[in-house]
């Protein structure tokens, strides 16, 4: 099927963001859910959609309808239906469109178009009017409609998406023009740029006085617990918290917009053994219920003393995965079944935490994670703050980019900034949350660093309430030597590859030595933290044995991790592995990659490679209080 018209010359314009008007709203960022006071309806499903080859969506009018009669899924990438590699590569301005019904007994109410994510910016219009435009492609964001929209009739929805890469954007890149007069990015980023409505959208109606926020804080006394809380509502009525565990048994109850619940006996969140209180919250208008939101909140401490990670006051040691949002077909797309498959994986293979790398992960991952116990590391998308253009050739070169001393960087930091007040706000509540990584593998290289990291690692401190530690993890060129940020993360985390992009093949012998020699280094600082291996890893292409071994078989790769066991097993301060990656996962094309990285322990189609034994082998003997 062919979609394309004719590519332009000179390639869209980029798509102009207003966040004023996204910033002023302050966001809810509650997840979408029904309630005796609130409606849902979830609108995924075949939209229209068109890709503007030429940049001509907005002069000619496609918010009040874009042309042809093309449709694909929402939720999913767009890039990976298609046969032509043009329309795969697309970088620019693409359009979907679809109608809306929206119900006459919802007059009284306010009526949003909640998109869980459009990667990476777009803009919303509603009925031929513009309502919003979102900067980020990760993150949540609301279209109020309640000024255009018609009653008990069919609303037309266009969103205007853009994928475009550059240096203020995140994730980073630059987007080209070739002689073709056709765009491509380049990513500084080592996965596909997938793009579209990836995440759900959903029609959601709440009551003009709503619940906007609530926020909780658990301390520990004995065997009790106490949940400091808060909520903000849109108006003066009085609120209510009710909770209730598992059972369904009514716990305890507070009234107040601020205050803290005592839950005695409290049954607590613990790593692989998860418990859930059902928070009910209400507006109350006499006995009458102006709004009601319930979330199921586990109730935990998390925090770092010495180098220990301390869990309601018990030592763990996290066993896991970097990731990726990536399958077939879909790409980045939301895929529940896949979601199932993975954490099932996960368990399978005695693992108990990962790494939202690079990116924050679709609200139902964080969601299951509290259900099933996973600790997660929770990452924004600060990747590709190094330029590096063929993958990663240049992350081991020791070479600074100065990336910190563009003239871009102060959009880039309120990008920055705007996504992790987003994140936080989105995902705080979550007992699976541990950690917030900052960035991924930044140039930390030159002191330009230094004040950009400062304000990040201050602003998470000031809007997270449960105070949680604050990492980013630094690849080798963020040396013991040369790292001018790493004082700032509350624990280590290391992005390392001795033996694969430093000293492979052969050569891998020297691996060890050297991996021990950066770790005392760190030491002989005098750092006195967790350290985490948040990557670690080599390419394997599945099916590819060889004794004796070389690189990319199934023999090396086993190799390669017994170094990186002997390592983490005689060092004190390390209390955590988390290999690179979880699964397959599709990248640019090029000379690193063999359709997509091949580090996975799992296929792209979640099957085990060789190297998933050896994990399920190790994993499942390491008691969750590992060098406790
Ligand atoms: N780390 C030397 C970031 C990931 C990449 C991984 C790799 C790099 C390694 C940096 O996003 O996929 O090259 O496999």
Redesign the pocket.
Known sequence: MKIRQQPGRNGSPRLKINRRRVVAMKQSMLYPRGSAARRVVDLGGMWKFCLDWDGKGDTEGWKDGIPGNEKIPVPASFNDFYTDKDIREFAGDFWYETEVFVPGEWKDMHVDLRFAALTHRGTVYANGQEIISHEGGFLPFSARIDDVVRWNEKNLVVVKGNNELSFTSLPAGITQTLKSGKKMVRPF???FNYAGIQRPVKLVAVPKEYIEDFTVNHRLDGADAYVDYQMETTGEHPVTVEVFDESGSFVTKAEGKAGTITIPNARLWEVRDAYLYRFVLKIMDGDAVLDEYEEEIGIRTFEIKGNSFLLNGHPVYLKGF?KHEDSDIVGRGYNPGVIKRDFELMKWIGANSFRT??YPYSEEIYQMADREGFLVIDEVPA?GFFESLV??VD??SGKSTNFFERETVPELKKNHLAMLEDLIRRDKNHACVIAWSLF??PDTMSESAVPYFADIFAKARELDVQKRPRTF?M??NSSPEKCTCYQFSDFLCF?R?YGW?LLGGYEMQDAEEAFRAELDAWLAKGVDCPFVFT?Y?C?NLQGEYKLPSVQWSAEYELEYLKIYERVFDSYDCIKGEQV??FAD?Q?VEGI?RVNG?K?GIFTRQRQPKTAAYYFKNRWEKLPVDYKG
Do not use: I, P, R
């Open positions: 980023f080592d996965f970097g790398s690079h990747v993958n990663f992350a081991v991924n593998e993890a690849e080798l992005n590859y992009y990557e890893g390419d690179w990656n996962f990248t690193m990285n580090k």
